[in-house]
């Protein structure tokens, strides 16, 4: 047990609420304009409880802010050609203007996964999972920033937390996550300048790295995977895993990768499960729909 006050919580939730009031805004504006509501199209396949969860948050989250959102659900059989098939269809507006087309992950195994994903338009790839724009971000000139990725840049800027010249230590190296953020926290400018590390399955002394951590970001799915002495005191730990927990009572809790009751006496800031990343996601698709009919309605 340190003697440090314990760590500042950054609370998501409130900061998602902020971004989604200043959104409804441009929604109304957007709505006026063009006489129809942005509109967010997600395709579910098949019935696993976290994915339907998350996708309900979405719907919601769109309707607060006056985006229109549809939720395609086709059954878990479903191959990929007819995956690839359904998205170019909903490309095609036959159903409405699909400003935004987000395919929720993961797809069942029998899918490729990257077959259906490559389907969307990249002027539509709201999650920023096309390859077109995850080049764009590799370049510094992103369109669609995959959504967790700039949810963790945003509570990082808001917080104040500086990021220029710092060392980030970002465990897991997914395309959705890991690999997008080490690009923004690295790239030029403000909540970038950062110097980055990527930790992953195969890392050695993984501690020793990110003891290291000014920021510490951990985004693999594995509850209690960073620990109290893996954290540099005063450092701001990021957590981006999202576990379902259960319970001998039949109960479930969510909780993320990081053991929060220890690592809060550490840590500097510190972002809760459920109520940190999570709500901020969410957030960042809707500003990435909103940025797609706008990109749309101008022809480009
Ligand atoms: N599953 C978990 N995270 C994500 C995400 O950011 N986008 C999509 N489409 N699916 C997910």
């Known amino acids: ?8 919580l950054l609370d998501g939730r409130a900061l998602a609420a902020r971004i989604e009031a200043t959104l409804a805004d441009e929604v109304r504006t957007f709505t006026a304009m063009f006489q129809r509501p ?3 199209v997600v395709v579910l396949v098949g019935d696993m409880a976290a994915s339907a969860s998350y996708v309900k948050s979405k719907a919601a989250a769109a309707a607060r802010v006056g985006i229109d959102a549809e939720v395609v659900r086709v059954p878990a059989a479903t191959d990929t050609q007819a995956l690839v098939a359904l998205v170019q269809s909903i490309a095609r507006d036959e159903q409405g203007p699909a400003d935004g087309i987000l395919v929720q992950l993961p797809l069942p195994a029998h899918v490729d996964t990257v ?15 096309h390859p077109e724009n995850a080049g764009l971000l590799s370049q510094g000139r992103a369109r669609f920033i995959p959504c967790t990725a700039a949810g963790v840049q945003r509570v990082l800027l808001v917080a104040g937390i500086v990021t220029a010249g710092r060392h980030a230590v970002i465990i897991g190296r997914s395309d959705i996550v890991g690999k997008p953020l080490a690009l923004l926290l690295s790239a030029k400018g403000p909540g970038g300048d950062a110097t980055v590390t990527i930790c992953h399955s195969r890392s050695a002394d993984m501690p020793a790295i990110t003891r290291q951590a000014d920021i510490l970001v951990a985004a693999v799915g594995r509850p209690g995977l960073v620990t109290a002495d893996m954290v540099k005191p005063g450092a701001a730990v990021i957590d981006v895993g999202i576990n379902r927990i259960a319970a001998s009572d039949g109960t479930s809790r969510l909780v993320g990768d990081v053991d ?5 006496e550490i840590a500097g800031w510190i972002t809760p499960v459920p109520g940190g990343v999570g709500p901020l996601t969410v957030a960042m698709l809707l500003a990435n729909t909103a940025l797609a009919a706008e990109l749309r309605s101008r022809g480009g």
């Open 1 to 8: 047990m340190s003697d440090r006050a314990p760590a500042t």
């Open 38 to 40: 942005p509109r967010l």
């Open 115 to 129: 077959a259906v994903l490559d389907a969307v338009p990249p002027d539509r790839d709201v999650d920023g999972f």
């Open 260 to 264: 929060f009751d220890a690592v809060r």
